[in-house]
């Protein structure tokens, strides 16, 4: 027999509740768990379906400002970073090379391969 449960979890802070059919079935706090990522797994063979994930506006306004001061530093790194120079062009007809090729020193003889 088929039997389809709703759970639900709920994470204020540090304090978690997961219900079941709107059953408690789980508290806890954690102070270490402030922040992160969402998913589901199981022991034994599951199904899972209409998986969200909601949060109040300011919630939702705290994530994006972490997201923007992440990208901004990442924006910063990279801008630190030497930039490739085009050295030279040539065409390669009838090969499957794709849009690409790179050369490089791979071997450390201090000469270019590719």
């Known amino acids: 027999m088929k039997r389809y449960y709703t759970l639900k979890v709920e994470n204020e802070a540090a304090r978690i509740r997961a219900y079941i059919d709107g059953k408690l079935v789980l508290q806890a706090e954690d102070g270490e768990i402030v922040k992160g990522k969402t998913g ?21 306004k705290q994530i994006e400002a972490r997201i923007a001061r992440r990208e901004a530093e990442l924006a910063g790194l990279r801008a630190g970073n030497p930039q490739p120079r085009l050295w030279k062009k040539f065409a ?7 849009r690409n090729v790179r050369f490089g020193d791979l071997d450390g003889t201090g000469r270019s391969t590719c």
Do not use: H, N, W
Not at 40 to 60: C, G, H, M, N, Y
Not at 92 to 98: I, K
């Open 40 to 60: 589901l797994t199981a022991r034994i063979p599951a199904r899972f379906q209409d998986f969200r994930v909601s949060a109040t506006d300011e919630v939702k």
């Open 92 to 98: 390669t007809p009838g090969y499957g090379a794709g």
